[in-house]
C-alpha cells in the first residue's frame, strides 16, 4: 500500500497525559500537513510542511501541540498535557509541491481524552 | 476570516433521485476540491476543479465552479445507496502569503433511503 500511513489509529489517554502520533506519506510527496476533525465538522488545517520546513501553523495549534518532520519524510505530532478538547480525529496528508495541488489524506488518528 | 460554507448540512433522499448540493466561499478560491468520507472513514479525494466556469463529470457526479470562483457545486443523479457519505468541498484561498491550507466546509452528510 503506498497511501499516506498513521499510527496509532486509535489513542486513548487519561488528561495530562501527553501523547504522539506519526505520519508516513507518500513517498514523493514533499509536502505534509496535519488536520483536527471533530464529529459533525470538516477537518480543520493545524500545520504543513515542505520538506523539512514548516511553513504554516494555524492558531489552532497551541503551544502545547508540537510537529515535526525532521528528515523531511514522515511527520510526528505531539500534544503535551491532554485536555478532553483535544478528542478528535488527526489527519494527516500529502501532496507534491505544486501549489493547489490535491491532498490524500492517511486513515487518521482517532484520540479520545477521559 | 475565511469561511466555506455548504448546504445544506443533511440530505436524505430516496434512491434514485438527483439532488444538488452548494459550497459557497467567503473569498475567491484559486481552487475547490471535493472531498468524500465514508462514516468512520476518512476523507477520500473525488476532484479539483480549477477553471472559471468548470464543469467536470465522474459518472453520476457532475461538479461546477462558479465563474466567480467563490462557489461550487455538486450535483448527483439516480442516487444509489453506495453514494452514502459526508461530502466536503474545500477551497484553497488565492496565493496570500504562500499559504497552501485547505479551508473545508462543514460538510453535507448524505443518506439514502433504498
Known amino acids: 500500500d503506498t497511501g499516506v500511513s498513521q499510527d496509532p489509529r486509535h489513542k486513548i489517554t487519561k488528561r495530562g497525559q501527553n501523547v504522539t502520533f506519526r505520519c508516513d506519506p507518500i513517498s514523493e510527496h514533499n509536502r505534509l500537513y496535519w488536520y483536527r476533525q471533530t464529529l459533525g465538522q470538516g477537518p480543520e488545517f493545524l500545520t504543513y510542511?515542505?520538506?523539512?520546513?514548516?511553513?504554516?501553523k494555524s492558531r489552532l495549534l497551541s503551544d502545547r501541540f508540537s510537529a515535526e518532520r525532521p528528515k523531511g519524510s514522515f511527520s510526528t505530532l505531539e500534544i503535551q498535557r491532554t485536555e478532553q478538547g483535544d478528542s478528535a480525529m488527526y489527519l494527516c496528508a500529502s501532496s507534491l509541491v505544486t501549489p493547489g495541488e490535491t491532498q490524500y489524506f492517511g486513515p487518521g488518528t482517532r484520540l479520545l481524552v477521559l | 476570516g475565511q469561511q466555506v460554507m455548504q448546504i445544506p448540512q443533511y440530505q436524505h433522499v430516496q434512491e434514485g433521485e438527483d439532488f444538488t448540493t452548494y459550497c459557497n466561499s467567503s473569498t475567491t478560491l484559486s481552487n475547490i476540491q471535493w472531498y468524500k468520507q465514508r462514516p468512520g472513514g476518512h476523507p477520500g479525494f473525488l476532484i479539483q476543479?480549477?477553471?472559471?466556469?468548470e464543469v467536470k463529470k465522474q459518472k453520476r457526479l457532475t461538479f461546477q465552479f462558479g465563474e466567480a470562483k467563490k462557489n461550487s457545486s455538486l450535483h448527483i443523479t439516480a442516487t444509489q445507496t453506495t453514494d452514502v457519505g459526508t461530502y466536503f468541498c474545500a477551497g484553497h484561498l488565492l496565493p496570500q502569503g504562500g499559504s497552501e491550507k485547505l479551508v473545508f466546509g462543514k460538510g453535507m452528510k448524505l443518506t439514502v433511503n433504498p
Open positions: 510542511f515542505q520538506n523539512e520546513a514548516q511553513l504554516e
Open positions: 476543479l480549477v477553471k472559471s466556469g
